[in-house]
Antibody
Framework: EMQVVESGGGLVKPGGSLRLSCAAF????????MTWVRQPPGKGLEWVGR??????????DYAPSVKGRFTVSRDDSKFTLYLQMDSLKTEDTAVYYC????????????WGQGTTVTVSS | DIVMTQSPLSLPVTPGEPASISCRSS???????????LDWYLQKPGQSPQILIY???NRAAGVPDRFSGIGSGTDFTLKISRVEAEDVGVYYC????????FGAGTKVEIK
């Protein structure tokens, strides 16, 4: 079964840092473009950042709201995606999802259950 | 960034009746490769999102055939031929032509 499992969420003060992890199982992680999507409490989905696969140069893109503060990375040897979040703001409070989004011939997607990040003093 | 505008934001529906959601993009989502990079996701209450329609009109595996996606360029529609109770949730369109952006979401609930 294809799945991803996020971890690392928690409570952090404004200006602080947190590192999220996403472990992948049951699919060819090395071929997948991996994405972070977040959802503030009671609000909609926001695309955060993505790292392409090695065959696409592991190119990384960010949403303007997090560029310069967040860093997406991957370790294909560990089948794991990361999100390093620095200079956190209260508006970064959200559930953070790790996902492949729809991809491949059949539009298959894999989403985790999400990990909650709360930025508060 | 490409801006995605959905309407309506709230949609009360009657089981057995059809329903439709509109999504407009600020830029054409047609790529030079001929594909249109517009996806539809559904987030059911208390769950993570899940794909319904990819590349504007392709139903993802396991998605009931009462769901269909139509449209091209900048105007897209998600149609449900006969709404069922299990279809409640928030529907999002998302463009993947450039760095992805989501629409605001349309909350579908039973009347």
């Amino acid at each position: 079964e294809m799945q991803v499992v996020e971890s690392g969420g928690g409570l952090v003060k404004p200006g602080g840092s947190l590192r999220l992890s996403c472990a992948a199982f049951g699919f060819t992680f090395t071929d997948a473009w991996m994405t972070w999507v977040r959802q503030p409490p009671g609000k909609g989905l926001e695309w955060v950042g993505r790292v392409k696969s090695k065959s696409y140069g592991e190119t990384i893109d960010y949403a303007p709201s997090v560029k310069g503060r967040f860093t997406v990375s991957r370790d294909d040897s560990k089948f794991t995606l990361y999100l390093q979040m620095d200079s956190l703001k209260t508006e970064d409070t959200a559930v953070y999802y790790c996902t492949t989004l729809a991809s491949g011939k059949y539009g298959t997607d894999v989403w985790g259950q999400g990990t909650t990040v709360t930025v508060s003093s | 960034d490409i801006v995605m505008t959905q309407s309506p934001l709230s949609l009360p529906v009657t089981p057995g009746e059809p329903a439709s959601i509109s999504c407009r993009s600020s830029l054409s989502l047609l790529h030079s490769n001929g594909l249109t990079y517009l996806d539809w996701y559904l987030q059911k209450p208390g769950q993570s999102p899940q794909i319904l329609i990819y590349l504007a009109s392709n139903r993802a595996a396991g998605v009931p055939d009462r769901f269909s996606g139509i449209g091209s360029g900048t105007d897209f529609t998600l149609k449900i031929s006969r709404v069922e109770a299990e279809d409640v949730g928030v529907y999002y369109c998302m463009q993947a032509l450039q760095t992805p952006t989501f629409g605001a979401g349309t909350k579908v609930e039973i009347k």
